[in-house]
Nanobody
């Protein structure tokens, strides 16, 4: 059973920064590539960034240059550092494996970017 718990969301002004964390249970963490996804109101869930077990990263075009994904395999934790936040970054952010595990979707963490 996979358990992923996201945290670190909140209300932030445009241009601000937030760091999201995702704690994973079980031994799957070091095996899978992990990613951050987001779902904005009325939109489909989309992949924001991914990171392999070895640390290779990839980003959606909208995230390049602003977001940084990282992982600490010893702590079973993956992070998403987000800078220069925009209004359109408002969404619920989730972590999961890449590709996602159906059992891996947690509650997510709400990020609201507002003046």
């Amino acid at each position: 059973q996979v358990q992923l718990v996201e945290s670190g969301g909140g209300l932030v002004q445009p241009g601000g920064t937030l760091r999201l964390s995702c704690a994973a249970s079980g031994s799957i963490f070091s095996i899978y590539a992990m990613g951050w996804y987001r779902q904005a109101p009325g939109k489909q869930r989309e992949l924001v960034a991914g990171i392999t077990g070895g640390g290779s990263t990839s980003y959606a075009d909208f995230a390049k240059g602003r977001f940084t994904i990282s992982r600490d395999n010893a702590k079973n934790t993956v992070y998403l550092q987000r800078n220069s936040l925009k209004l359109e970054d408002t969404a619920v952010y989730y972590c999961n494996a890449v590709p996602p595990l159906s059992s891996g979707w947690g509650q997510g963490t709400q990020v609201t970017v507002s003046p």
